[in-house]
């Protein structure tokens, strides 16, 4: 029971890791992009990146939940703290590379209107 719950819990750990990865990727690419001048995809990636926090999201509520039902079982593993600072940090990058495209259209607006 005890090994099964670990298991569980690593899988759930290497979810939020990769999910909170993608997204934060996704984010950086999103601000590349609106440098660029490429505004709409830029906007696209942050959509790209929702999908994979939302999917981080589910997992991380998953764990809450278990935790609520069952606060015996509760185990702390040094993998789930890593998988929160993933999520937390790629959290960070999203609400930044929300401001840079916001910042970089504006830029981008008046350079056309000097020229």
């Known amino acids: ?13 290497f979810s939020i890791i990769l999910h909170a990865g993608n997204a934060r990727s996704s984010a950086m690419e999103a601000i590349k992009l609106a440098k660029e001048n490429r505004i ?18 589910q997992e991380q509520s998953q764990l809450l939940s278990k935790e609520i039902r069952h606060p ?13 600072d993933h999520l937390m940090n790629a959290l960070t990058i999203k609400d930044l590379a929300w401001e840079m495209i916001e910042m970089y259209q504006r830029l981008n607006k008046l350079e056309v209107a000097i020229t």
């Open 1 to 13: 029971m005890i090994l099964e719950a670990n298991e569980e819990l690593q899988r759930i750990s």
């Open 40 to 57: 709409q995809e830029a906007q696209a990636k942050m959509d790209s990146a929702d999908v994979d926090f939302v999917k981080a999201h």
């Open 72 to 84: 015996d079982e509760n185990h702390l593993s040094i993998i789930l703290v890593h998988a929160q």
